[in-house]
């Protein structure tokens, strides 16, 4: 054998020979719509008038949950109807949250497995080694039908990690300065493979690193396997699960070698993620600060926020949101106390939801605002007004920037 | 499948992210008609409007990247653009095109806006102002979902 991971995957999942380049029709393990997504699946699904293939279908309402309007609330009805209509999985207000979050907690990821999503950062669940990638709605809705799609098998771009991570780096700036090196597009219909010192990356910031392979365009992400792995699944309903691994001897597109005691505190400056500089050389001032989304909103997030404003005070100027990523997050955060902290500061603490960090609603900027957040993406307009400007960083940093009044660390306060 | 397209190119540049192309404060409705108004609105207020049926999309490199939203691809059949033309697409983009039956194509085309290009798909190649670019032909796989104008038709044809 002489095969990626991913390579050994799409063979299994497709009864086939395969290697990267060829086109395969693959049986998916599970399929998971948002409230967004899943109308038009679900249009696709019912023009080919089948049988729903329930037990691999999971719709999680997220991206304008609660519903914002009028139009909101029919396609969040659609979706949840077609949920219960067909005995899909359905994870939906009060126990569920950002899909991601939700289908990494609820044992749906694990090793083997092949996941498609109709969302783009479905590349989150490669923290957990599987293969999981974004498509779009109308083969979603096939899958629904079929229980299959068409896929080409995507070359794989083998990232080193080398060393320890110094104090204050997180994922997130791992990430950031991957972006920077290999750039949006830069890994287009491939798959970044993490190896080496992945023992210093713990499973959450893992999520981050994997949800963000998105915006180098790669196809699905992939991280081996090891006892951090196998120690987040025991406390997960996963099922039975097939632990797999790259060949030393498999054709690796590319080898990049990436040394994380060189890194330092980071942040992508607009208008792209991998623009992206040292945080010390920024000091903008800002107007909101957002904590939230499928790549820092979970409790990890929440707890280096709460331990940085712990007894301090959000700047007048600033509104600071945390978000939690799931129902789960929100209850484990309250349970420590954490929200506390973070409304005594001045901040604002809510329910989970996407709305924010697509501009949909809950922190929409305004004209020329400026917003620090631990999101994913900072095109032109992502978070708002066309001129209103975001910048991505770490959730220590927008905490701490948070307190400051412009862009800075935890260092400075 | 058609065989030649004629259009006049709408040229864009690098990188159009769906952020762009549909704002997702409308991703609240996929009714092509309420979405392809707002197409590009945030770069380009007045470009919607001024686009015909028939015209071509001529972008550069990472064309869709993104989001996965399907609303994209919508917005931009809602205005009656026959084809996608860029240096590359952003894969999720790509597999929307393929998929709901638009068709793409990778090549580099430095033709100006509003000039009128052709594309001859039996051939393999663009036509603009005296010049002409070759392009790949899809792989056999791609070609059976296209030549069935999209994926859904080719699951009904039992082909899958």
Not at chain 1, 18 to 23: C, L, V
Not at chain 1, 128 to 147: D, K, Q, R, W
Not at chain 1, 294 to 309: F, M, P, Q, V
Request: charged share 25%; hydrophobic share 35%; with cysteine.
């Amino acid at each position: 054998m002489n095969k990626t991971a991913v390579e050994k995957i799409f063979s299994e999942k497709s009864g086939t020979d395969s290697r990267a380049g060829d086109y395969v029709v693959a049986n998916v393990d599970y399929v998971m719509a948002n409230d967004i997504t899943a109308p038009i699946a679900i249009d696709a699904f019912n023009d080919l008038g089948m049988k729903a293939k329930s037990d691999k279908i999971i719709i999680i309402p997220d991206h304008f949950i609660p519903p914002k309007d009028i139009n909101s609330a029919i396609q969040y009805k659609k979706s949840k109807d077609f949920a219960l209509n067909n005995g899909t999985w359905l994870y939906d207000i009060g126990n569920g949250g950002v899909c991601h979050q939700v289908m990494m907690e609820k044992g749906f990821a694990a090793p083997g497995r092949l996941i498609a999503g109709a969302d783009s950062h479905t590349n989150t669940y490669g923290a957990l080694s599987a293969i999981s990638t974004g498509i779009g709605s109308t083969e979603a809705g096939v899958i629904f039908a079929t229980g299959k799609m068409w896929f080409k098998v995507p070359e794989t771009i083998k990232i080193n990690l080398n060393g320890k991570p110094s104090r204050g780096v997180e994922g997130k700036d791992i990430i950031l300065n991957i972006l920077f090196r290999i750039k949006n597009g830069g890994a287009a219909y491939k798959c970044m493979e993490f190896s080496g010192d992945i023992k210093y990356i713990d499973i959450n910031e893992r999520m981050t690193m994997a949800n963000m392979t998105t915006e180098a365009g790669a196809k699905c992400s992939f991280f081996d396997t090891d006892e951090k792995t196998i120690e987040y699944l025991k406390q997960r309903n996963t099922g039975e699960y097939k632990i797999v691994k790259s060949d030393d001897n498999a054709d690796f597109d590319q080898t990049i070698e990436i040394n994380m005691n060189e890194i330092e505190p980071s942040i992508a400056i607009p208008n792209s993620p991998d623009n992206v500089k040292h945080v010390s050389e920024v000091h903008e001032r800002i107007d909101q600060a957002y904590i939230g989304s499928c790549t820092n909103g979970r409790i990890e997030d929440i707890r280096k926020a709460a331990s940085i404003l712990k007894g301090r005070k959000v700047d007048r100027r600033v509104r600071l949101m945390v978000v939690p990523a799931s129902q789960e997050v929100y209850n484990q955060a309250l349970r420590e106390g954490l929200i506390d902290t973070i409304v005594e500061a001045g901040g604002y603490f809510s329910g989970t939801t996407c709305g924010a960090c697509l501009g949909g609603y809950m922190g929409v900027l305004g004209p020329d605002e400026v917003c620090v957040s631990s999101t994913n993406r900072n095109f032109i307009g992502r978070m708002g007004d066309k001129t209103s400007r975001v910048y991505l960083a770490n959730p220590s940093i927008v905490a701490a920037s948070a307190i400051l009044g412009r862009i800075g660390t935890p260092e400075e306060i | 499948m058609v065989t030649t397209i004629s259009g006049r190119a709408i040229v864009l540049g690098d990188n159009v992210d769906t952020d762009q192309i549909i704002p997702a404060k409308y991703l609240n409705t996929s009714d092509p008609d309420k979405l392809a108004p707002h197409f590009m609105e945030n770069e380009y207020p007045d470009l919607a409007g001024s686009i015909k049926n028939g015209d071509i999309i001529v972008a550069g490199k990472n064309f869709g990247s993104g989001s996965s939203r399907e609303h994209a691809v919508i917005t931009i059949k809602g205005l009656g653009i026959s084809c996608i033309i860029a240096e590359s697409f952003a894969r999720i983009f790509f597999r929307n095109a393929i998929n709901t039956g638009i068709p793409v194509i990778e090549a580099k085309v430095t033709a100006n806006n509003f000039e009128k290009i052709t594309v001859d798909f039996q051939n393999s190649r663009i036509l603009y102002s005296g010049s002409e670019i070759k392009f790949k032909e899809y792989p056999e796989f791609l070609k059976n979902i296209i030549e069935s104008n999209g994926l859904i038709n080719y699951v009904r044809s039992g082909k899958w």
